[in-house]
């Protein structure tokens, strides 16, 4: 019996999933079986279903969205379905600003389509509810903001699949809280205190057939067994490979030959992604915004 | 015809929905076709399906889960479907570390399941990879962990999900944020900068039947139309009362009259969720931690 480590299998089960349609080849359970420390019993190996097709099928998409509208019911089924995430005390510390409006939708993400859900953080209502029975709650930290992104945005990812499941495209964009939160509190008319605008889904119809989807990297370096594994220099060097080989569709672009970059990864570290410099560089504003939108610990700046 | 508020057609789409099945009544058509601006072409009502009822059929176990192994192929399959959630410029900030040992998983997290995911935003892939070629790549910012912990969180959730599909039971913990991450880190040896290990996915079967899963809240403060609605006293009163409601299964505890309280929230806010006090408590100790892990600018502390 031919042993495979777990990572070639991973890659090798990846790669099958080009399709979108996932199956376990039978090497993938003898190899696993070989190479896992706990061989569970033998009760066969995941057969690939409607949602995990809906998921392999997941992408995002950087074109234009038809103006066309979505199905009757279409946005209810993928808020009901987005509030089903789990969420921290099942507090909900979150608000959906549903735009239909092309022009808002523009002004709130600079993107449009048939619909825009703005997926903010948010404790207003939480402490609404608490101020109306003379309690007092105060979120202003960065504990409690951590926490209820992870809330947030748990329900819009749950939305996303929900979208997809109906056939209907989308665009996730942290645009929103990555640049002038400040347009959105005003043009959704946010409270300007304990309520930040994280993330946003746009939904809609892509104007052209989509392309192959992208790559993921998955081992090493992503997937880690037992404990963290670090990098060796081979396997950074693999990771560099993996950009570069066209096959994976990992990169942003396909073109960084032409641009001048030995490797795609050189091009997105020089020309994308470029280094933080702290001598000459602005700090991150998301400080100041978080403490501006009382999401940091007033009297301790915490 | 009859006309009804968004508010009224989505609680009642939303009890309709208690036993996992996804159905638009025809009332919802006629009420959204006379309540909302844009009425699409009438192309029907999403018919619910397989992804659409496995969302609708999520649920966090707080109890035990069995000392059994999962099926054969799951773990990787489950894995393979988070990396294909979303990320920022494909730069997949996150690390997932995969913990099968019963004794570790209740080191990192208090619970055991038959497998524990490790969800951390990581940055030292990137890092290691921008160093590998001669690079520098700094994420020591707010803005950067923000962005990272989206990426992470839409990855933990995309596993959730797939393994709902599979019948897999799960526990979402964001204890090990919110507890001391101290532990996690030594327990699966991160690395000290740039990795936080954010929130976890316990993966098995739950020892006992599911009870019925919790309610949700949805309007008026959960989603909003057009703009951010903030709450009137008239709909303060409501979200007090739904909470209140034992049909909506809101709350954490079902005794809280039992326990003395006038309301589920007044036992929310005067026995769980405290007010924070500014004069007498320490701050959030995630500023500490971001800090300490590197992912506050630290010429800046921003």
Redesign the interface.
């Known amino acids: 019996m031919k042993t495979t480590s777990p990572r070639r ?2 890659l090798k ?2 790669a099958a ?1 080009g399709g979108g349609l ?1 199956l ?1 080849g039978s090497e ?2 003898t190899s ?2 070989a190479s ?3 061989k ?7 057969v690939a ?4 097709r ?3 099928n ?1 992408r ?1 998409i950087h074109g234009n969205f038809l103006d066309k ?6 946005i ?2 993928i ?3 987005s ?4 969420n ?5 510390s ?8 092309r022009a ?1 939708m523009k002004e709130v993400c600079t993107y449009q389509g048939s619909c825009l859900l703005v997926y903010c953080v948010d404790f ?2 939480v402490k ?3 101020a ?2 003379g ?13 209820a ?2 809330n947030t ?2 329900a ?3 939305a ?3 979208a ?3 056939g209907i495209d989308y665009l ?1 964009t ?1 645009g929103i ?2 640049g002038d939160p400040e347009r959105v509190f005003s ?5 300007e205190r304990n ?1 930040l605008p ?2 946003a889904l746009l939904l809609g119809y892509a104007d052209k057939p989509a392309t192959g989807r ?1 790559g ?3 081992e090493p ?8 594994h ?2 060796s ?1 081979a396997e ?2 693999a ?2 490979a993996e950009y570069d080989d066209p096959a994976r569709h ?3 672009i396909e073109d960084w030959r032409e641009k001048g970059s030995a ?1 795609y ?2 091009w ?3 020309k ?2 470029r ?2 410099d ?1 001598a000459t560089e602005p ?6 915004t ?1 403490n501006r939108h009382g999401f ?7």
């Open positions: 299998t991973f089960q990846s999933l996932l376990l993938a359970h696993r079986a896992t420390e706990t569970p019993a033998g009760s066969g190996a995941p279903n409607e949602t995990l809906t998921i392999q997941l995002t509208p979505l199905p009757e019911g279409a209810e089924t808020l009901q379905a509030v089903r995430a789990a921290a005390s099942n507090m909900q979150y608000s959906i600003v549903v735009v239909k409006d808002k207003n209502r609404a509810s608490a109306h029975l309690y007092t709650y105060f979120p202003d930290n960065l504990t409690a903001f951590v926490t992104s992870i945005t748990m819009l990812q749950t996303a699949i929900a997809r499941s109906l996730i942290n809280h990555r043009a959704l008319d946010l409270p309520c994280l993330i992208k993921r990297l998955s370096g992503i997937v880690h067994h037992v404990k963290y670090r990098l220099a950074c060097d990771v560099v990992l990169g942003l490797h990864l050189e997105l570290f020089t994308w992604a280094p933080f702290t700090p991150s504003a998301m400080s100041a978080l940091i610990h007033a009297a301790t700046n915490k």
